[in-house]
T-cell receptor
Framework: KQEVTQIPAALSVPEGENLVLNCSFT??????LQWFRQDPGKGLTSLLLIQSSQREQTSGRLNASLDKSSGRSTLYIAASQPGDSATYLCAVEGAQKLVFGQGTRLTINP | DTGVSQDPRHKITKRGQNVTFRCDPISEHNRLYWYRQTLGQGPEFLTYFQNEAQLEKSRLLSDRFSAERPKGSFSTLEIQRTEQGDSAMYLC????????????????FGPGTRLTVL
């Protein structure tokens, strides 16, 4: 059974810092990995998708990497802003459905 | 707006009542998913459709839950005889690997329906 773990559970940093969120998964037989953002009480916004054959994806200040063999992914956020405050979730796809981690609650302090 | 929509956004009901939620996927997406999210947790898979066929159901989906996608477009999720443990956010997502510009099976989520059972 696939299990996804995100560390840390919560993170608070001052504005402007670069930061890294971590995601690990137990079964390397995945089709892709998605990173999402969730604001309080809202749905999920897809940030990046990395297919299993890819090593990384970039979108603006976000960069996500994938190491399937070790079962790890990282989300790098450059020059953090208060508007980046949210919960970040990673999810792996296997057999047509997503398995999510519990998320990292990120707070960027002005 | 061509995103995933869900209705209602909030539902408060008394224990034992039946509730039904609706999801309208992104136009032309052939796959539709339902997930449930409780406070402080990541979403958990409930069920998914390819066109009108329900292809997989999680063990989380007890006999009180039923989902349909009658014409391969919108979907409904019904919960019968609601219990307090059903209180959660119910999320719908859609995907299609055939849509230009969309990465393979990238799932797009709606705003969710928050259910509170009193």
């Amino acid at each position: 059974k696939q299990e996804v773990t995100q560390i840390p559970a919560a993170l608070s940093v001052p504005e402007g810092e670069n930061l890294v969120l971590n995601c690990s998964f137990t079964d390397s037989a995945i089709y892709n990995l998605q990173w999402f953002r969730q604001d309080p009480g809202k749905g999920l916004t897809s940030l990046l998708l990395i297919q299993s054959s890819q090593r990384e994806q970039t979108s603006g200040r976000l960069n996500a990497s994938l190491d399937k063999s070790s079962g790890r992914s990282t989300l790098y956020i450059a020059a953090s802003q208060p508007g980046d405050s949210a919960t970040y979730l990673c999810a792996v796809e296997g057999a047509q459905k997503l398995v999510f981690g519990q998320g990292t609650r990120l707070t960027i302090n002005p | 707006d061509t995103g995933v929509s869900q209705d209602p956004r909030h539902k408060i009901t008394k224990r034992g009542q039946n509730v039904t939620f609706r999801c309208d996927p992104i136009s032309e997406h052939n796959r539709l998913y339902w997930y449930r999210q409780t406070l402080g947790q990541g979403p958990e898979f409930l069920t998914y459709f390819q066109n009108e066929a329900q292809l997989e159901k999680s063990r989380l989906l007890s006999d009180r839950f039923s989902a349909e996608r009658p014409k391969g477009s919108f979907s409904t999720l019904e919960i019968q005889r609601t219990e307090q443990g059903d209180s959660a956010m119910y999320l719908c997502a859609s995907s299609s690997k055939f849509i230009r510009g969309s990465a393979y099976n990238e799932q797009f989520f709606g705003p969710g329906t928050r259910l509170t059972v009193l």
